[in-house]
């Protein structure tokens, strides 16, 4: 089934943005220059949908002159929900059910995302129904996807306050959803049976959570690491203009070029597990595409993150791979042997950048995942990299590069690795709230300044 059309959903005062949504329909509040509805236009007729249903409330009127009948070879259809001030976004989507019905693209009017969000979520299984979700952590509020096996979301909920933990399996919805046709019938008769019962202010996400049990599988399409907000208030303004600031030449520490290299230039500096690796050749193939770089240092050619990567594209035979270089000699390039070696150093670290350098040198690698090395900038993770751009010759024997070790002592290993996190995430919390109390009592200092003038 290939999708053509997409539902938006703007009809909403966006109350929490005023005095900007008291003339401008929040839909058309900028992001760095860019309004979220021309973002996600341009997005959508790069991905090739053909049809766009805007359902309009609230200074509809600007909205049309603004967007006109047709967008970038796309179709404009408005609807127009005469009940916008009284209802909310599931009321705006029974409005809209016969396209539903047809199979859609249903995104919500005040996500402001990348584009490569939207061709990760149309490259999936044609098939099934998918809900773009991101990591679900104590920084972020509102619907909440709960996971089983294979993404299946079996739980959904509005969360507003902190929870006590934070699962691998809790996404957070980014108001973006693939509905094939058929899913696209069951959910319109779950609004139908809701409108008529007079159940017209709430989220759709919350009648989706009423009849989802027993229904046609809705799977999660994980977006981790790639770049997107739901805009509600002044701060998330705030942090979106921020988020999507194009990088200046003084920020290029953060984010640096990946290239593709040739992958014999590369050194290896750790042997790999051998679940792991397996695990992430079945990952790989699956996606056909890889996420994040090799981090190499580019002086010596040796791989300081990304070991079982590297073994994976030895192992296919792959001639060229995606690198981001680092130089190692840089005194904010940092190497433990735990996380918590990145915010204090509570014991011997055990290790130097010399021995690293030495090791990766002289091939006497270390055993898998010695070192933990800690970098000046925020991995990348979103890089979707097909591996048919990759060059390609003899796959290579990498037994001598993988660990010796029993299943229940690598589980033992990323028991310990999990652990190790969960310490790392005690550690930005107690940091949080240091920052907050700092933030508190500044802010008190300058309630009493004010006093005075």
């Known amino acids: 089934?290939?999708?053509?059309?997409?539902?938006?959903?703007?009809?909403?005062?966006?109350?929490?943005?005023?005095p900007i949504t008291n003339t401008t329909p929040k839909c058309l509040v900028e992001?760095?220059?860019t309004p979220i509805l021309i973002n996600t236009l341009n997005h959508l007729a790069e991905e090739g949908i053909k049809?766009?249903?805007?359902?309009?409330?609230?200074?509809?009127?600007?909205?049309?002159?603004?967007?006109?009948?047709?967008?970038?070879?796309?179709?404009?259809?408005?609807?127009?929900?005469?009940?916008?001030?009284?209802?909310?976004?599931?009321?705006?989507?029974?409005?809209?059910?016969?396209?539903?019905?047809?199979?859609?693209?249903l995104i919500e009017g005040d996500s402001f995302?990348?584009?490569?969000?939207?061709?990760?979520?149309?490259?999936?299984?044609?098939?099934?129904?998918?809900?773009?979700?991101?990591?679900?952590?104590?920084?972020?509020?509102?619907?909440?996807?709960?996971?089983?096996?294979g993404n299946h979301?079996?739980?959904?909920?509005?969360?507003?306050?902190?929870?006590?933990?934070?699962?691998?399996?809790?996404?957070?919805?980014?108001?973006?959803?693939?509905?094939?046709?058929?899913?696209?019938?069951?959910?319109?008769?779950?609004?139908?049976?809701?409108?008529?019962a007079g159940n017209t202010n709430i989220y759709y996400d919350?009648?989706?959570?009423?009849?989802?049990?027993?229904?046609?599988?809705?799977?999660?399409?994980?977006?981790?690491?790639?770049?997107?907000?739901?805009?509600?208030?002044?701060?998330?303004?705030?942090?979106?203009?921020?988020l999507f600031t194009p990088e200046t030449s003084?920020?290029?520490?953060?984010?640096?070029?990946?290239?593709?290299?040739?992958?014999?230039?590369?050194?290896p500096l750790e042997k790999v597990f051998p679940n792991h690796l397996s695990n992430l050749n079945n990952l790989l193939l699956r996606d056909g595409f890889v996420k994040a770089p090799l981090l190499v240092d580019k002086n010596t050619g040796i791989v300081l993150d990304g070991s079982h990567r590297y073994i994976f594209f030895l192992m296919h035979g792959y001639k060229t791979v995606p690198v981001q270089y680092v130089d190692y000699t840089d005194e904010n390039i940092r190497v433990g042997t735990r996380l918590m070696h990145r915010h204090l150093i509570i014991d011997k670290t055990n290790i130097s950048k010399s021995e690293v350098v030495e090791r990766g040198l002289t091939g006497n690698i270390f055993p898998p995942r010695t070192t933990r090395h800690f970098f000046p900038f925020r991995k990348i993770?979103?890089?979707?990299?097909s591996l048919t751009e990759l060059k390609k010759s003899n796959p290579v024997d990498v037994k001598h590069f993988i660990e010796d070790v029993t299943v229940q002592e690598e589980i033992a290993h990323n028991e310990g690795f999990i652990h190790e996190i969960d310490q790392e995430i005690d550690e930005i919390i107690n940091y949080m709230y240091e920052a907050r109390s700092v933030k508190e009592y500044l802010k008190y200092q300058v309630e009493m300044m004010n006093k005075h003038i």
């Open 113 to 149: 995302f990348n584009r490569n969000i939207l061709t990760r979520i149309m490259q999936t299984n044609p098939a099934f129904s998918y809900w773009a979700g991101d990591r679900f952590s104590l920084f972020k509020e509102g619907c909440m996807l709960t996971t089983g096996e």
């Open 51 to 105: 049809d766009v249903i805007l359902v309009v409330g609230h200074l509809a009127d600007v909205i049309e002159t603004t967007i006109g009948n047709m967008y970038n070879g796309m179709k404009i259809t408005y609807v127009h929900s005469e009940e916008y001030a009284t209802t909310n976004n599931m009321y705006s989507l029974w409005l809209v059910r016969r396209y539903l019905e047809q199979g859609t693209l």
């Open 250 to 267: 003084s920020k290029t520490i953060l984010k640096r070029e990946v290239q593709i290299v040739p992958i014999d230039t590369l050194k």
């Open 153 to 196: 979301i079996q739980q959904i909920q509005i969360v507003r306050e902190s929870l006590s933990d934070y699962k691998d399996n809790y996404h957070k919805s980014a108001g973006i959803i693939k509905i094939t046709p058929e899913f696209g019938k069951q959910f319109s008769k779950w609004l139908d049976i809701e409108v008529q």
């Open 206 to 242: 919350l009648v989706l959570a009423k009849y989802i049990e027993g229904s046609t599988p809705l799977f999660v399409c994980p977006i981790h690491g790639m770049k997107w907000i739901e805009i509600d208030d002044h701060d998330d303004l705030q942090k979106a203009n921020e």
């Open 31 to 33: 992001v760095t220059g």
């Open 1 to 18: 089934m290939t999708i053509n059309n997409a539902i938006l959903l703007i009809a909403g005062f966006g109350s929490r943005l005023k």
């Open 381 to 385: 993770d979103d890089m979707d990299i």
